[in-house]
């Protein structure tokens, strides 16, 4: 089924902003007047935007879980601001020039089970089919021949698709319907070989439909490669039953994906059932539907009471931005993370998302209060898929600067900006990639950090039993416990210090026995013992550098192995 016409979002907007529970957003943005004006503004033309690359240009430059999504954020500042209150202008140009002869009603959205037990509650009659997800289209039949295919548009007017849709060859030149008129509303889709919708999503199939009906000219091949699936037949049969048939009897198959339910836990059924079949076609829900509905001349381009949508889990979510920090790791490598108003995708709550790289983050610009799109990288992780749009502030942040932090850069906690690389090394170092530290995590080093107790790599060595009871924070049990797991570093083998304190890879190089041979080695000495380029001269700059030098001679002193 297609996306709503202009007019229908509309009205159906306060239903998704109740509906859509990635967008529960209890209070009202804390704003002055004027950023309230400022990001309704913005939204609103940013939405103008996508209706008018998917209704004029046959593009789609949003996901369509996140255009709903962004709909209902839209109606929820037009409620918390009325009157700053905007909407996006209907799109002339999209519509097209020619009628529909029956209205595209389009579909309101039902959230989950309880909103689908209270729309079907004492009814009867009720149907259910996969929403394909294709472009829709209205082809019209004169005495059995196809003689114009409409784009839905806004739901009233469209273009004039008739060429391209005598090139596509599931679309019947001609049918045995008879003398008159005969219209069928229906969807072109791309056709899919095993698609499984739980397992590979829309698949970018939708787009690729619009892309190529936008094109003054189909090819033969992309002709057939598109599907058609009858969704409705507006002047035929009052009763479901007879539709279906007079639909197979002209040839079409979406009869066989129609099925009748008696109540939600049926529709359920089909809904999972769909959602983790193999179809021909991408799906992004199911459509549930009274088999009588009002005569076609009462049809409107609104979403009608007779039929309503119920989409499979979004695999995106619209998340605004809280915060934007920035983690530095060991080796200096830089990772901003957004902190996020949490929003729930498949059932898991997401409140932060990792943007990958300095430079990513550089190229997309993220700022507190601008709103991104976020997913489940393998059902698992929360992915950050890109910006969605950005709000009117734009307010600066504390970025590092990636020159000052390297793989040998922050060995003391005082050193300018060096707070968090030497919280990492720490954390690495006690933790099972390094000495593994029975009971001491970043919290422990953090608290001896404030104490004053720690300030270089290795200040812990050095510490007594005594000064760690004396801290309120540990008390005199805890205290002798982290004392003995302190005391164990100093009898661990000399490869897993090398790796604790942050060894560079050495490829397959067969390390030696003793600090001394190997801060020896020239870069050439590194290669010829099996280290790339690359690692021969990280190598030879971890056991030259001044400061990996003290940190020896501490350990020499602590009597650890090798040092």
Not at 57 to 64: E, K, M, R, W
Not at 242 to 267: K, M, N
Not at 440 to 455: C, H, K, M
Not at 461 to 468: F, G, I, T, V, Y
Request: aromatic letters at 8%; one cysteine or more.
């Amino acid at each position: 089924m297609p996306r709503r016409p202009l007019r229908a979002r509309a009205a159906a907007v306060l239903a998704l902003a109740l509906l859509l529970p990635t967008l529960a957003h209890a209070d009202c943005p804390d704003w002055s007047e004027s950023r309230a004006a400022r990001e309704v503004q913005i939204l609103a033309a940013r939405i103008e935007g996508w209706d008018t690359a998917y209704h004029r240009d046959g593009q789609s430059p949003i996901d369509d879980s996140l255009y709903d999504q962004a709909r209902a954020r839209l109606a929820q500042w037009n409620q918390c601001f009325p009157a700053l209150a905007c909407e996006p202008q209907a799109l002339a140009a999209a519509a097209g020039p020619l009628a529909h002869p029956v209205a595209h009603t389009g579909l309101a959205k039902l959230d989950d089970t309880a909103a689908v037990e209270a729309w079907v509650a004492g009814q009867s009659d009720l149907w259910v089919q996969p929403k394909v997800d294709g472009v829709a289209v209205s082809l019209v039949y004169e005495d059995g021949r196809l003689v114009r295919a409409i784009s839905r548009g806004d739901g009233r007017h469209g273009q004039d698709w008739t060429a391209n849709a005598r090139r596509i060859a599931a679309i019947p030149a001609r049918l045995d319907s008879g003398p008159g008129r005969l219209v069928l509303q229906g969807e072109l889709y791309w056709r899919l070989d095993r698609h499984v919708q739980a397992e590979h999503g829309g698949a970018g199939a939708r787009a690729r439909v619009a892309g190529l009906l936008a094109r003054q000219a189909l090819s033969e091949a992309d002709g057939q490669r598109i599907g058609l699936f009858v969704w409705e037949w507006p002047e035929g049969p009052a009763a479901m039953t007879e539709r279906l048939a007079g639909l197979r009897r002209l040839g079409f198959d979406s009869p066989d994906y129609t099925q009748e339910v008696t109540h939600a836990d049926d529709i359920a059924r089909w809904r999972e059932h769909w959602y983790r079949q193999e179809l021909p076609f991408a799906s992004d829900g199911i459509v549930i539907r009274h088999g009588q509905r009002p005569p076609a001349t009462r049809w409107r381009a609104e979403p009608p009471y007779w039929a309503v949508a119920w989409k499979y889990p979004a695999e995106q979510a619209l998340a605004e931005v809280r915060q934007v920090e920035f983690r530095i790791g060991r080796s200096g490598r830089i990772t901003p993370l957004l902190h996020l108003e949490p929003v729930e995708l498949d059932g898991r709550r997401i409140a932060r998302v990792s943007v990958g790289s300095l430079r990513r983050w550089r190229a997309l610009d993220i700022r507190p209060g601008d709103q991104v799109a976020v997913r489940l990288a393998g059902q698992t992780i929360p992915h950050l898929d890109g910006m969605v749009w950005q709000g009117s502030e734009r307010p600066p942040l504390p970025v590092p600067d990636p020159a000052r932090h390297h793989s040998l850069s922050c060995w003391r906690a005082s050193e300018a900006d060096c707070a968090g690389q030497f919280q990492a090394r720490l954390a690495w170092l006690g933790g099972r990639q390094g000495l593994a530290l029975e009971g001491v995590g970043p919290a422990t080093w953090r608290s001896l950090q404030e104490a004053g107790l720690v300030d270089d790599l290795l200040d812990w060595l050095a510490l007594e039993q005594d000064r760690l009871a004396a801290l309120p924070v540990f008390g005199p049990a805890r205290a002798a416990k982290l004392w003995r797991s302190l005391q164990t570093a100093r009898q661990r083998p000399f490869h897993t210090w090398l790796r604790a304190l942050g060894l560079p890879p050495a490829g397959r190089t067969q390390l030696a026995e003793d600090w001394a041979t190997l801060a020896a080695r020239a870069a050439a000495d590194w290669q010829a013992a099996g280290a790339s380029a690359k690692q021969a001269r990280q190598l030879q700059a971890f056991f030259s550098h001044p400061q990996v030098g003290e940190l020896r001679r501490q350990l020499q002193a602590a009597g650890v192995a090798g040092f």
